[in-house]
């Protein structure tokens, strides 16, 4: 049950302590991924989606609700224009323990500097191939150099624990997950590797195909890589291994293989406003229309809020051998 007596927390039925949120601030990207977006992708027209200060008056709303940690992600969360002034404000709310972002780094070289400045305190970087033609194809759109440059950007600016993400997909990728560990390691930054979700419908691959599993790739990595079992969370689904010897740990999101649903502590606000109560769910609440329907009333906000820990799904239900039946893609989502 939520915890009624405990206005300050939101707790789900299952016991589990919401104090994650994750908010995508756009759909839109200068990137296709091929996992992420269908080739062709259509947006959401401007009034559809939040406003910078809704977005803020949420973020606002879930840290007095007990929220720790919110990361601001896509789309391509530093494309939106403002987004930069929105992380500032978020920066400043007190309870709040941690800002963090995810990126695909195509403008950290310029603005890495400025997201340290407005309270950022960690930032994920995707980068699925260190193959200058491999990451064209993949991203269809987008430039490793200019990404490769933005990971050296932040780290020269102080951001500490980097990590990448990388997705790997078999036959496009999955030689490469060597190469890529060396990379974290010789820049002392951090890697997870993430098994594919089937979030919208994708052109360029078969899913079922494509899949590759954490374990493959653990055992492609002891090749090279002796890793050791950390307990280490950083609130997020990886289970962390450290490479012995070096400052890098490896982390593996592993939705299919190895469910992570028990220890679930966050939901996600799309860029419409919608509260997802699970990525792979279709559980959620129209905040939006709260939001709208009751300007500047924060105690309808926040009930909606807590109302909706009672909806929260105890599992995702993905399953990599189906045509996706989540028909949202990620970048709407906040992944
Ligand atoms: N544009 C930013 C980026 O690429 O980092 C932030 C948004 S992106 C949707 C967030 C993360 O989701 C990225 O690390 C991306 O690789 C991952 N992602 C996208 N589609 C995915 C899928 N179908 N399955 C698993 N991960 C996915
Ligand atoms: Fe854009 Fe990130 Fe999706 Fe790639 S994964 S298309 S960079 S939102």
């Known amino acids: 049950m939520t915890d009624q007596s405990n206005p300050g927390q939101l707790i789900d039925r299952f016991g589990r302590t919401v104090d994650y949120l994750r908010i995508s601030i756009t759909d839109r990207c200068d990137f296709r991924c091929v ?6 992708m259509a947006f959401l027209p401007r009034a559809q989606i939040l406003t910078l200060e809704e977005i803020y008056t949420l973020a606002k ?62 930032i994920n970087i995707s980068l699925d191939t260190l193959d200058a033609d491999n990451f064209k194809a993949i991203t269809r759109t987008g430039d490793l150099r200019q990404v490769l440059r933005g990971i050296h950007t932040a780290i020269s600016v102080g951001f500490e624990r980097i990590k990448i993400n990388a997705v790997i997909l078999k036959d496009r990728n999955h030689k490469e997950v060597n190469d890529l560990v060396q990379f974290a390691v010789d820049h002392r930054i951090d890697i997870s590797f993430i098994e594919e979700m089937p979030l919208g419908i994708v052109s360029r691959h078969d899913r079922s195909e494509a899949y590759y599993s954490s374990a493959m790739i653990k055992s492609d990595l002891a090749r090279n890589f002796s890793l050791v079992a950390t307990p280490e969370k950083t609130g997020g689904p990886s289970n962390y291994f450290n490479v012995v010897g070096t400052e890098t740990r490896v982390g593996f999101i592993s939705p299919h293989s190895e469910n992570f649903c028990g220890t679930c502590n966050r939901v996600r606000l799309t860029v419409e406003g919608r509260l997802l109560l699970c990525l792979g769910n279709e559980h959620s609440v129209d905040l939006k229309r709260v939001l709208r329907a009751n300007p500047g009333n924060m105690a309808i906000l926040k009930q909606a809020i807590v109302d909706a820990m009672l909806i929260k799904p105890e599992k995702h239900e993905f399953n990599i051998h189906e045509q996706a039946v989540i028909l949202r893609y990620m970048n709407m989502t906040g992944g």
């Open 35 to 40: 996992y992420c977006m269908a080739e062709e």
């Open 61 to 122: 709303a879930f840290a007095e609700l007990g929220v720790k940690k919110i990361r601001v992600t896509g789309g391509e969360p530093l494309v939106r224009k403002g987004a930069l002034s929105l992380l500032e404000n978020i920066g400043r709310i007190e309870s709040l323990n941690e800002l963090v972002i995810t990126t695909n780094g195509s403008q950290l070289e310029t603005m890495a500097a400025s997201l340290k400045a407005a309270g950022v305190k960690r």
